[in-house]
């Protein structure tokens, strides 16, 4: 089975501050993904990258930058956190490549409050 | 831009009862379509994805259809358990390599037992 994890499940961070959301696949995947998820609004995706160290902003990707140093790692960057960011914070990967099928996985989901 | 409707937002049933949760994309040029299942606080768990050039998938009770040209896709879920309650979210591919998806808001199911 895919696993997708996420570094913490509740995170309450300060006004200003540098937040990591970091994500992990253990299933070799090419393609992996930011969302975030907020009443009303649903899934909006915020960054993806299908390849280590390449990137592609989604469809709101102000505030945040991503790192993909290693191909199992996907890192989320709040430069200066607001409360705007107060969020569910999911990500996702998948296989990508030519495969014809493009199931994505999901990690469990981080929530973020920002003070 | 894609959008994304889902109908109803909410739905709740006796346990036993067949049902239908709807979707409908504006954009009906998608490769393809995932339906995914999303318990209170969690994330989202992959149920059926369904090709372009397909017009149904199954799994155990669950069987999703695709309409592409009409930009409609239904899952049917059919002798419905209390397990079942959960929020069910239709995303649509559009572009074939984009790997991009594109969320509608969902459908809350409640299933009584």
């Known amino acids: 089975d895919v696993k997708v994890t996420q570094s913490s499940r509740y995170l309450v961070k300060r006004t200003g501050e540098k937040v990591f959301l970091e994500c992990v696949q253990d299933?070799?995947?090419?393609?992996m993904f930011w969302y975030r998820q907020d009443p009303g609004l649903g899934l909006r995706l915020i960054y993806f990258?299908?390849?280590?160290?390449?990137?592609e902003k989604g469809d709101i990707p102000e505030g945040y930058s991503v790192s993909r140093e290693k191909k199992e790692r996907f890192s989320l960057i709040l430069e200066s956190a607001s409360t705007n960011q107060t969020s569910m914070y999911l990500c996702?990967?998948?296989?990508?490549?030519?495969?014809?099928?493009?199931?994505?996985?999901f990690g469990p989901g981080t929530r973020l409050l920002v003070l | 831009k894609q959008e994304v409707t889902q109908i109803p937002a909410a739905l709740s049933v006796p346990e036993g009862e067949n049902l239908v949760l709807n979707c409908s994309f504006t954009?009906?040029?998608?490769?393809?379509l995932q339906w995914f299942r999303q318990d209170p606080g969690k994330g989202l768990t992959s149920l059926l994805l369904?090709?372009?050039?397909?017009r149904e998938q199954t799994s155990g009770r669950l069987n999703a259809s695709l309409d592409k040209s009409s930009g409609r896709s239904t899952l049917y879920i059919a002798a419905s358990q209390p397990g079942d309650s959960a929020t069910y979210l239709c995303a649509p591919n559009v572009l074939a390599g984009s790997y991009q998806l594109t969320f509608g808001k969902g459908t809350k199911l409640s299933v009584i037992p």
């Open positions: 954009d009906s040029a998608i490769y393809n």
């Open positions: 369904i090709q372009s050039s397909q």
């Open positions: 990258s299908y390849d280590v160290k390449m990137k």
């Open positions: 996702a990967s998948s296989l990508g490549g030519s495969k014809v099928s493009e199931t994505q996985y």
């Open positions: 299933m070799d995947h090419e393609n």
